[in-house]
T-cell receptor, first 113, second 109 residues
Framework: GAGVSQSPRYKVAKRGQDVALRCDPISGHVSLFWYQQALGQGPEFLTYFQNEAQLDKSGLPSDRFFAERPEGSVSTLKIQRTQQEDSAVYLC???????????FGQGTRLTVV | QKEVEQNSGPLSVPEGAIASLNCTYSDRGSQSFFWYRQYSGKSPELIMSIYSNGDKEDGRFTAQLNKASQYVSLLIRDSQPSDSATYLCAVKHSTTPTFGRGTSLIVHP
């Protein structure tokens, strides 16, 4: 497809369960970002990749959050031992290079019950 | 701490009017500025980018940037009910866009 693709679109997890969220960026895009968006708030930065290198993970809220992009294309955001406060929409965005606009996927809505 | 501030609104304007959305940012080294539109339950959609001081027009949209005042705005002319959405300002210093919380715009017929 032409756009950023995220899966699953919706995920319900029991508290304590591990989840994995997938992002397939636009082909050829070097930069990849993960954001967390709570209801009524703007997207909050989680982590940034340039190709396979994770250059900034300063936004990850705890060590339960882990992201990877091993081959510089698809990325996975993993949340271990999910908590209710992890409930949010997780957005992935990609950009052809630094300094230019980023394009978002549809997001994954995570609900922890 | 890089901050991007927006009035959460809602900003309510009548159909056909000009809607003015404002954003201030704290990082003087910021170089790239973006406006995204986000409909309820959807992901942000890029509508404008601006990189230098002044105005940039694209159809009914005009972005205005004043780096000295650390201020960026979005004007929407001839507002339509379909413009009703949350408008997110994003500011990029080097690699990572920082977003404001967004301004909710309501265009009423």
């Amino acid at each position: 497809g032409a756009g950023v693709s995220q899966s699953p679109r919706y995920k319900v997890a029991k508290r304590g369960q591990d989840v994995a969220l997938r992002c397939d960026p636009i082909s050829g895009h070097v930069s990849l970002f993960w954001y967390q968006q709570a209801l009524g708030q703007g997207p909050e930065f989680l982590t940034y990749f340039q190709n396979e290198a994770q250059l900034d993970k300063s936004g990850l809220p705890s060590d339960r959050f882990f992201a990877e992009r091993p081959e510089g294309s698809v990325s996975t955001l993993k949340i271990q031992r999910t908590q209710q406060e992890d409930s949010a929409v997780y957005l992935c965005a990609s950009s052809p290079s630094t300094g230019v606009e980023a394009f978002f996927g549809q997001g994954t809505r995570l609900t922890v019950v | 701490q890089k901050e991007v501030e927006q009035n959460s609104g809602p900003l309510s304007v009548p159909e056909g009017a000009i809607a003015s959305l404002n954003c201030t940012y704290s990082d003087r080294g910021s170089q790239s500025f973006f406006w995204y539109r986000q409909y309820s339950g959807k992901s942000p959609e890029l509508i404008m980018s601006i990189y230098s001081n002044g105005d940039k027009e694209d159809g009914r949209f005009t972005a205005q940037l004043n780096k000295a005042s650390q201020y960026v705005s979005l004007l929407i002319r001839d507002s339509q009910p379909s413009d009703s959405a949350t408008y997110l300002c994003a500011v990029k210093h080097s690699t990572t866009p920082t977003f404001g919380r967004g301004t909710s715009l309501i265009v009423h017929p």
